[in-house]
Nanobody
């Protein structure tokens, strides 16, 4: 079992950047993948990005070229660098630790953090 704590959310203007971080209470090496998902009001949670222990990545089409996921196994953290933010990126962002390949096929599962709010507005 692992606990995940997200941080770095906030209010940013369109075109701006934010960096989200997810800190794990234990080693993340035992999980097949780590990921970031988001849920906007009235919408289903959707995968934003995933990364395997080997460094393979997956991105939603809507964020390709703007978002970058990375991980630091020694520090037990996963980060999401978000650039060129748009109002439609507004959502609660969740980190997950997935013991299966679900995250990498767009169906994230496993352990989840509590989420951090990202609001993109002028």
């Amino acid at each position: 079992q692992v606990q995940l704590v997200e941080s770095g959310g906030g209010l940013v203007q369109p075109g701006g950047s934010l960096r989200l971080s997810c800190a794990a209470s234990g080693s993340i090496l035992s999980f097949f993948a780590m990921g970031w998902s988001r849920q906007a009001p009235g919408k289903q949670r959707e995968l934003v990005a995933g990364i395997t222990t080997g460094g393979n990545t997956k991105y939603a089409d809507s964020v390709k070229g703007r978002f970058t996921i990375s991980r630091d196994n020694a520090k037990r953290t996963v980060s999401l660098q978000m650039n060129s933010l748009k109002p439609e990126d507004t959502a609660v962002y969740y980190c997950n630790a997935d013991p299966t390949m679900g995250t990498m096929i767009g169906k994230p599962t496993g352990y989840w953090g509590q989420g951090t709010q990202v609001t993109v507005s002028s």
